[in-house]
């Protein structure tokens, strides 16, 4: 998708390994999401962050950490990667409320496909 | 329980109209937002409507909104089979805008 891309694309790990997904965008905007979708549940908000180095939890944090130390990465790592961690994982870039008479637009990368044996 | 929910599946006749139901519980919902999922691919908005507007309407999609009953609808007109898809709709609240999607409906157009 264009401005936001999303690396790798596919990976296949073992449990207990570390993994970090790497989400960059070339849109400038301030906010910036990671969600992970699994089928009945929908997307499911993991962690976002407002600005550089400033994050916060989202719905199902647990087992995953943020960072962004410059505006255009969001890096979520998984510490010690577990079979439930299987999933499809969205970053999600938007400028945020004021930029669209108060609506709040995602645009959305093309996802990460993660599977933890 | 989910805060937005939609029904799983929805299956109709190319031609035929699609309605594709949501519920939300939050009255403090600001924004509320329709996005298209295709297969393999992220989402893309289609659109979004002010808490405070009951229609919406643009070309052949249709979204009416009961914020009364906490119901959000998106009609699609003369469904076609590249309208088959997965359809979120979304909400957003007075903090932070973080948006809150429901489970996703499958929408499958036959010919």
């Known amino acids: 998708d264009a401005g936001i891309t999303q690396s790798p694309r596919h990976k296949v790990t073992e449990t207990g390994t570390p993994v970090t997904l790497r989400c960059h965008q070339t849109?400038?905007?301030?906010?910036m999401y990671w969600y992970r979708q699994d089928p009945g549940h929908g997307l499911r908000l993991i962690h976002y962050s407002y600005g550089v180095k400033d994050t916060d939890k989202g719905e199902v944090s647990d087992g995953y950490s943020v960072s962004r130390s410059k505006t255009e990465d969001f890096l979520l790592t998984l510490e010690s990667a577990t079979s439930s961690q299987t999933s499809v994982y969205f970053c999600?870039?938007?400028?945020?409320?004021?930029?669209?008479?108060?609506?709040?637009?995602?645009?959305f990368g093309a996802g990460s496909r993660l599977t933890v044996l | 329980g989910e805060d937005v929910e939609q029904s799983l599946f929805l299956s109709v006749r190319e031609g035929d109209s699609s309605v594709i139901n949501c519920t939300y519980t939050?009255?403090?919902?600001?924004?509320l937002y329709w996005y298209k999922q295709e297969p393999g691919a992220g989402l893309q908005l289609l659109t979004y409507?002010?808490?405070?507007?009951d229609m919406k309407q643009d070309q052949r999609l249709t979204v009416l909104l009961n914020k009364k009953d906490k119901h959000l609808s998106l009609r699609i007109a003369d469904t076609q089979t590249g309208d088959s898809a997965i359809y979120f709709c979304?909400?957003?609240?007075?903090?932070?805008?973080?948006?809150?999607f429901g489970q996703g409906t499958e929408l499958s157009v036959k010919p």
């Open positions: 849109e400038n905007h301030r906010y």
């Open positions: 409507i002010f808490s405070n507007m």
């Open positions: 979304a909400e957003s609240r007075l903090q932070g805008g973080k948006l809150i």
């Open positions: 939050d009255s403090s919902s600001t924004y």
């Open positions: 999600a870039i938007s400028p945020g409320q004021g930029a669209n008479s108060g609506a709040n637009v995602l645009t």
